[in-house]
C-alpha cells in the first residue's frame, strides 16, 4: 500500500475528523485505489497530444457566455444591511470549529 496509516491520521486530522480503526482501514484502501488510477494515466502516452491552454474556445456572437461587464462593487453598508449582526464592518457569525 502506498498511503499508510499514519498518513491518513494526519489528513484526518487536518480535516478535524475522528475516524474509528475501521474507517483508517477503508480510506486506506480507498485512497490506495485512486492512487492505482493515477499511476495508470501516468501510462498513457501522450506524446503526440498538444498541451490544452484553457478549456474555453474560441466562438461566434452566439455563445452562451455573458459579456464581462464592470459593475460597481456592493459596498459594505449595503452588504450588511440584513446581517443578524453586522459589526465593525464585517459579518459576525458564531464559533463552529473547536478544536
Given at each position: 500500500?502506498?498511503?499508510?496509516?499514519?498518513?491518513?491520521?494526519?489528513?484526518?486530522?487536518?480535516?478535524?475528523?475522528?475516524?474509528?480503526?475501521?474507517?483508517?482501514?477503508?480510506?486506506?484502501?480507498?485512497?490506495?485505489?485512486?492512487?492505482?488510477?493515477?499511476?495508470?494515466?501516468?501510462?498513457?502516452?501522450?506524446?503526440?497530444?498538444e498541451p490544452m491552454a484553457q478549456v474555453l474556445y474560441d466562438t461566434e456572437e452566439t455563445a452562451t457566455l455573458r459579456a464581462d461587464v464592470p459593475?460597481?462593487?456592493?459596498?459594505?453598508?449595503?452588504?450588511?444591511?440584513?446581517?443578524?449582526?453586522?459589526?465593525?464592518?464585517?459579518?459576525?457569525?458564531?464559533?463552529?470549529?473547536?478544536?
Amino acid at each position: 500500500m502506498k498511503i499508510t496509516e499514519e498518513q491518513v491520521h494526519y489528513v484526518a486530522a487536518l480535516a478535524n475528523l475522528s475516524l474509528t480503526e475501521a474507517e483508517v482501514s477503508k480510506l486506506q484502501r480507498d485512497l490506495d485505489g485512486i492512487l492505482e488510477h493515477f499511476d495508470k494515466l501516468n501510462e498513457i502516452d501522450v506524446a503526440g497530444v498538444e498541451p490544452m491552454a484553457q478549456v474555453l474556445y474560441d466562438t461566434e456572437e452566439t455563445a452562451t457566455l455573458r459579456a464581462d461587464v464592470p459593475a460597481p462593487p456592493l459596498g459594505n453598508e449595503l452588504a450588511l444591511a440584513n446581517a443578524p449582526q453586522p459589526g465593525a464592518g464585517y459579518f459576525k457569525v458564531p464559533k463552529v470549529i473547536e478544536r
